[in-house]
Every structure is written in structure tokens, then in C-alpha cells.
């Protein structure tokens, strides 16, 4: 089975969760690919795909919702998770979901949206970005729960190894 794992990540933060969820879901055997949304150009061949986001002041990331609407008929045909990155702090704020991800996960009939907590690291952003952590008073640092992100991906690969996934 073959399984995509897709995550449009502005700093890289993202791209490490995408790449932790690629390698939990291949320990169970399956054929797991890592690509950014602009990189892939269709979704065939793939039995499976999770789709992942940074969020920025509330929002997903233009690729990934570019991707989920360029490929929301495809996504209806295979099972489909979506996870969101972002909210930053101890507790983490904001304390929403996107609403991007609430409308792809409708689109593409996604079995389920996860949000993790998110990094910043001041001395990845630009000069924009770091007015805005100052006027959030957003506190820099690595919030990731990464047992938390290895359970939800154990989770995907437990439920595709148990169902027989057919188009």
C-alpha cells in the first residue's frame, strides 16, 4: 500500500512533523512518500494520504489548501487525515482549529483533523513574522508533543493495516 504524506510548512517545523508521521506510518511495511502539496502533480498511485499545514495567523498555508481543492475529488476515493500545526505556548494558543481545515476536511471527506502545537524559532522568521510574535506576545520555543504526533501516526498505520483499502 502505497500511502502520501504531503505537508506545506513555511520554517521547516512542519515538514519534521510530516516527516516523524512518514516514518511511524512505514515501520508497519507500507510504501510512504514525502513530498511538498506543489510537488505533486497527481494523487494516483497513492492508497492514502495525510495532509498537513502550518497556520499563521489562523490560517492554513496556500499549498495545502491549494492542494485539497486541486485534488478534492481524487481525495474522496481513499482514506484521507488532515493535521494542522500552529498553535504555539504553554497552554497553547490560539485554543481553535483553522476553519481551512474544518472546509478541506468536509471536502475531502477526511477521517479525521488533528491539531499539534507548533515551533517558533525568532531566528527563522522574517522581519514581518517577528513583528507579529512581538504583538502576540507569542513566546518562542518548541511546543511539539512528538509522542502525541507518534500515537496519532501509529494510529493511521494501525487502521490501514486493518481495513482493506479499495478505490
Do not use: C, Q
Amino acid at each position: 500500500m502505497r500511502v502520501l504524506v504531503t505537508t506545506a510548512s513555511r520554517h521547516g517545523a512542519t515538514a519534521e512533523i510530516a516527516r516523524t508521521v512518514s516514518s511511524v506510518i512505514a515501520v508497519r511495511g507500507f510504501d510512504v512518500e514525502t513530498l511538498p502539496p506543489d510537488e505533486i502533480s497527481a494523487v494516483d498511485g497513492f492508497d492514502a494520504v495525510v495532509l498537513g499545514s502550518a497556520v499563521y495567523m489562523g490560517r492554513w498555508l496556500d499549498p495545502a489548501r491549494a492542494f485539497a481543492k486541486r485534488f478534492e475529488t481524487d481525495l474522496k476515493d481513499r482514506p484521507v487525515w488532515l493535521f494542522s500545526s500552529g498553535p504555539i505556548g504553554d497552554p497553547p494558543k490560539p485554543d481553535a482549529d483553522s476553519p481551512d481545515a474544518a472546509v478541506a476536511a468536509e471536502a475531502v471527506a477526511a477521517k479525521e483533523h488533528r491539531r499539534f502545537a507548533g515551533a517558533i524559532f525568532k531566528d527563522r522568521l522574517n522581519l514581518a513574522e517577528r513583528a507579529v510574535v512581538r504583538a502576540v506576545k507569542a513566546g518562542e520555543g518548541d511546543y511539539r508533543d512528538w509522542e502525541a504526533i507518534r500515537s496519532w501516526a501509529r494510529g493511521i498505520g494501525k487502521h490501514l493495516a486493518s481495513t482493506e483499502v479499495r478505490r
